[in-house]
């Protein structure tokens, strides 16, 4: 997309309306790919409206480096753009998996119902607590250029390999009903 719809439209020369224009059209351009549905469209959209705050402030290739590098815990600034990143996501991939835009909607109606005392029964603890191992494993190791790769140079080869074969068996045998693939669903 980059190389022949972006570059060729301008990229990121030009006027602050062509900038807008370009942005939008490989978002959008992106959700088409995915499919010929709204939800997909939609998807694109809020992308490249997530997107355009930083190429318009010119800031869109700063902020790559590592979370709270060299600090055990995030700041309090670095904590709430994650927030605020991981939010917008997930809005925009609910999106991207309802399979219509009603659907989306009373999703995320869900998500913000008025009630504080309930919590949604989606997954079971096991499930959460895994989550969890995995999150704080990939937090602690997030300098390296893959989080879950044990170092060879720390770690013996038959332990390291004996932890990926019991995370493979975990993940077979809590992988639930299989679901095909998106693409295949046309």
Same mark, same amino acid.
């Given at each position: ?7 060729? *439209?301008?990229?990121?020369r ?10 939008? +059209? ?10 010929a549905?709204?939800?997909?469209i939609?998807?694109?959209? =809020? ?6 705050? *930083? ?5 869109n290739?700063?902020? =790559? %480096? /590592? +979370? ?9 600034r ?6 605020? /990143?991981?939010?917008? /996501?997930? *809005? ?6 309802a ?15 008025t009630?504080?005392t309930?919590?949604?029964? $989606? ?7 895994g989550? +969890?191992v +995995?999150?704080? $494993? ?6 390296k ?5 044990? %170092?060879?140079?720390?770690? #013996?080869?038959? =332990? ?10 975990l ?6 009903? #299989? ?6 669903q046309?």
């Amino acid at each position: 997309f980059r190389d022949y719809l972006y570059i060729p *439209l301008g990229g990121s020369r030009g006027s602050v309306g062509n900038k807008i224009r370009n942005t939008f +059209v490989i978002f959008i351009v992106s959700g088409f790919w995915h499919g010929a549905n709204w939800t997909f469209i939609i998807w694109g959209a =809020l992308n490249a409206l997530y997107f355009l705050p *930083l190429l318009l402030a010119g800031r869109n290739r700063q902020n =790559l %480096d /590592t +979370v709270a590098q060299g600090n055990w815990l995030p700041s309090a600034r670095e904590t709430l753009q994650m927030l605020l /990143t991981f939010g917008m /996501t997930v *809005l925009a991939w609910i999106c991207f998996r309802a399979e219509s835009v009603g659907q989306a909607i009373q999703y995320i109606e869900g998500i913000f119902q008025t009630s504080l005392t309930t919590f949604p029964d $989606v997954f079971p603890i096991h499930v959460l607590i895994g989550i +969890v191992v +995995v999150v704080l $494993v990939e937090w602690i190791h997030r300098e390296k250029q893959h989080g879950l790769q044990l %170092d060879p140079n720390v770690t #013996p080869r038959p =332990l390291r390999w004996g932890i990926y074969m019991i995370l493979s068996f975990l993940v077979a045998f809590f992988m639930g009903e #299989p679901n095909p693939f998106i693409y295949f669903q046309f």
